[in-house]
């Protein structure tokens, strides 16, 4: 189908049509999707979700235990979108995220031991232990970061775009944030620079409703985050990020936008975050029942895992062996990230300079 | 095997909290994330979510405990198959802080895990405070320019414009942008013909949005690009600041040496003239202080060109700062095919035997100006030109202030946390024994740059303080 070249009422339209969907409000899930997944993508996203869904509660478990300091914020409820965009993309493409960076990083395939690990402080993590969970990055699997600063990874990430644009390649920019950093200055400058230049980049807003624990609709004036592109014709498409099918076809169509020379786009996936901000977030600014009812309604692999069922594609023991399959991984990479040893002293010179 | 619930950390600071609520009783059944009891923090009232699915088999800590440290096993979960007889035998669980006495691996990870949560004003062990040494890096000397060589009197403006154009002929991932580097051949007609040469690919005119086109310059060079970023002036930069620092500086090590950002961020720093306190400051020791970055501040148009030339080269990221004033002086430039000097290295301006001055970028210019006066009066003056402030060669002005036993410096910059407070402390950490005199700082006067064409003179620095300095340092 078409892409809208704006995101208008008419644009809006045409999207409703495919297999993205569009909301009258934000947060409006009503489940509704016309693609539909074959058995090998549902299998796939389930493994996928389930691995960064257990990953994180382990995570969460270890820091309990002191095992991982400082800050730590969690991704789960928001799995599917990181699987679904990661099932859309190729070899080549970027991503480049914030702190809440562990599912993107599972996604992009770096290993849940080297990601651990660094959540752990040890030697064995992704950057030696001296990143931490904020800070971890990937040039293998083309994994930009762990970004700290909120908004930042928006102009970095038109920098990776820019750099496609540069060299020619038919490679595509996928930089994630937040609803909070959507309200920063630098997020605009870099609309505005990526439409100016046609910069190949999908801007994918993951709205999860909160900024800590400021909801959207206490910190921002739209907040229809697709349209935040429309002064710069952004073309901007709204998908439930709790389904892993519609934000596939989202991202199917985006990264087509960029990859034949339209320039950049803006992805907002309504999502959610079910613990709190980081680790030490009461989330007390919700209640319970907001939170239970999208676990039990809207959970993104529940959603699948339904799915597989009801279709015969598997049986409830396939899926026990999967699941098991998935603790057995996240409990070597927590065992590995107690075990590993912490870095050696003279690592706290070096890496400063080339 | 039945799964222990300890009591959990929930903040970065957390030891000890109150288990305020249990909200499963001994027999209920629970699935991960499923809320499981209250505990008040030192920071807020949180909710303990269960981990993994089971029975609770026991609780092993009353709601209503204080004090209870974490890692205290509080209750225990029974798993699919389980009976809660197994438990009969289990205690009322003693806080189980980590051991940091044992040597297996596993206690050492808890030591290190226990270790994050000590306060900061613990003293540290023994042992954390063996910080291994700082490594020396070994610099190369400045190219030999071979006898004979043609010396061409350069603008530093020139200088710098063929300083780029040179690295983009030769490297095809350098480019240039900035505001108004293109079509309007730059603001200070820095990038003058770069355009024309490499076209609009490379030379890339930017919309005035420093934060923006410094993240996405930072972004280019972590990609493999190699970006030279035009600040209009360095005042705008502190809007590009976070980019500048948080970004580019700091990735290398937070990759653990995986991928970093081979950028330079250069233009115009320092006072002008008669434009006031928001376009007239010096950020050399502002940038002089962040660990991965390198700091250049030339003064003359041959280092101009060679440092410039190195800073594209170079694989980290570089602040090189210019100054409006300098662009228009000419100096001598060999005319060799590939001018390249070593980003670190100090200059030895004038050799001299009574009195050391080190300074650099414009501040070379009051320093010039009061050896020739000072020479008249029969003080013998060693000239330093620092030209690199970050890594800075303190073994040069160690090795002139070990001659001469006193030092002077000079810069335009704010006097407090200057780069010169930073040589005089270095310098009498060193060199103490070597000094004859206090090392005196010259720097601009601690006030915001005032307009007035008058107050402006005064609140920077000038030869005669310079002059007066060195003669105070030798007791004249």
């Not at chain 1, 799915?307 to 899926?319: A, F, I, N, Q, Y």
């Not at chain 1, 603790?327 to 890496?351: C, H, I, M």
């Not at chain 2, 209009?232 to 620092?245: H, S």
């Amino acid at each position: 189908m078409a892409l809208p070249n704006l995101a208008s009422a008419s644009g809006r339209k045409s999207a409703a049509k495919s297999a993205t969907k569009l909301f009258s409000r934000a947060g409006d899930f009503t489940g509704k999707n016309s693609l539909e997944f074959g058995k090998e993508e549902d299998l796939h996203a389930y493994r996928e979700m389930l691995l960064i869904r257990r990953f994180e509660e382990k995570a969460g478990q270890l820091y309990g235990m002191g095992f991982i300091g400082g800050f730590c914020h969690l991704y789960i409820g928001q799995e599917a979108v990181v699987v679904g965009m990661q099932m859309a993309q190729k070899e080549g493409d970027q991503v480049i995220t914030a702190y809440r960076d562990h599912g993107h990083m599972l996604a992009t395939g770096m290993s849940a031991r080297g990601v651990m690990a660094e959540l752990t402080g040890r030697q064995g993590g992704y950057s030696r232990g001296k990143g931490g969970s904020m800070h971890m990055f990937s040039k293998e699997k083309n994994f930009y970061g762990g970004h700290g600063i909120v908004g930042a990874q928006v102009s970095l990430g038109t920098g990776l775009a820019f750099a496609n644009k540069y060299r020619g390649n038919d490679s595509v920019s996928v930089a994630y944030f937040g609803d909070g950093a959507a309200n920063q200055g630098q997020v605009y400058e870099s609309f505005n620079m990526a439409a100016l230049w046609k910069l190949p980049i999908v801007y994918i807003v993951e709205n999860n409703r909160y900024a800590m624990g400021t909801s959207t609709s206490r910190a921002t004036a739209q907040s229809n985050y697709s349209l935040r592109g429309s002064g710069f014709g952004i073309p901007g498409i709204q998908v439930d990020g709790m389904d892993v099918r519609a934000v596939k076809a989202a991202g199917d169509e985006a990264l087509e936008h960029c990859r034949t020379g339209n320039g950049p786009i803006i992805l907002e996936m309504l999502t959610y975050r079910y613990r709190g901000h980081s680790m030490s977030d009461p989330a007390k600014y919700r209640s319970k029942d907001e939170v239970q009812k999208m676990r039990s309604e809207h959970d993104p692999i529940e959603q699948v895992r339904k799915r597989l069922l009801d279709k015969g594609w598997s049986s409830e023991d396939e899926l026990k062996a999967i699941d098991k399959d998935i603790r057995d991984v996240v409990s070597d990479s927590a065992d590995f990230a107690q075990a590993d040893p912490e870095p050696d002293a003279s690592e706290l010179y070096t890496d400063i300079l080339l | 095997m039945p799964i222990d619930i300890l009591m959990p950390a929930l903040s970065p600071t957390m030891e000890e909290g109150t288990l305020s609520k249990w909200l499963k009783q001994e027999g209920d059944k629970v699935t991960s994330g499923d809320v499981i009891a209250e505990i008040e923090t030192d920071k807020a009232t949180m909710e303990v979510e269960a981990v993994d699915e089971g029975v609770i088999g026991k609780l092993l800590v009353a709601a209503g405990t204080e004090n209870v440290k974490v890692n205290t096993k509080i209750a225990v979960l029974l798993v699919e198959g389980e009976s809660a007889d197994a438990l009969s035998a289990e205690k009322p669980a003693q806080p189980e802080v980590p051991k940091a006495d044992a040597d297996t691996p596993a206690a050492a990870s808890d030591a290190a895990g226990g270790k994050a949560r000590q306060s900061a004003d613990e003293p540290s062990a023994v042992a954390d405070s063996k910080v291994p040494a700082q490594p020396k890096i070994d610099l190369a000397a400045d190219p030999d320019i071979p006898e004979g060589t043609e010396m061409v009197m350069t603008t530093v403006r020139e200088a710098l414009r063929d300083a780029m154009a040179e690295e983009m002929r030769r490297d095809e991932n350098v480019f240039v942008m900035g505001e108004e580097v293109a079509e309007y051949q730059g603001a200070y007609k820095i990038t003058q013909g770069l355009l024309q040469e490499f076209g609009a690919r490379r030379v890339v005119d930017t919309p005035i949005t420093e934060h923006g086109f410094a993240g996405v310059g930072v972004g280019a060079a972590m990609a493999g690009l190699k970006p030279i970023v035009e600040f209009m002036t360095f005042n705008f930069a502190m809007q590009a600041i976070d980019q500048i620092i948080n970004s580019a500086a700091k990735t290398l090590y937070m990759s653990g040496g995986q991928m970093g950002a081979p950028i330079v961020f250069r233009g115009p720093n320092g006072a002008a003239a008669r434009v006031g306190a928001q376009h007239s400051q010096d950020f050399s020791a502002w940038y002089s202080q962040i660990p991965g970055l390198k700091v250049v501040m030339p003064y003359t148009a041959a280092d101009a060109k060679g440092l410039l030339k190195a800073a594209i080269r170079d694989p980290n990221p570089v602040v090189f700062l210019e100054n409006e004033i300098l662009y228009g002086q000419s100096f001598e430039v060999p005319k060799l095919d590939d001018f390249v000097l070593p980003i670190g290295k100090a200059r030895i301006h004038k050799t001299g035997k009574d009195v050391t001055i080190v300074s650099f970028g414009i501040g070379m210019t009051y320093a010039v100006k009061a050896i020739a006066e000072l020479e008249k009066e029969g003080i013998d003056v060693e000239l330093i030109d620092l030209r690199t402030i970050r890594p800075m060669d303190l073994p040069t002005v160690i090795e002139s202030v070990k001659k001469t036993g006193r030092l002077v410096t000079v810069e335009e910059g704010y006097p407090q946390n200057s780069v010169g407070t930073e040589i005089a402390t270095r310098v009498m950490q060193q060199a103490f024994d070597y000094l004859d005199a206090p090392v005196l700082t010259i720097a601009g006067k601690d006030v915001p740059m005032p307009y007035a064409a008058n107050l402006e003179k005064l609140a920077l620095p000038n030869v005669g303080e310079v002059v007066q300095a060195v003669k105070t340092v030798c007791y004249k």
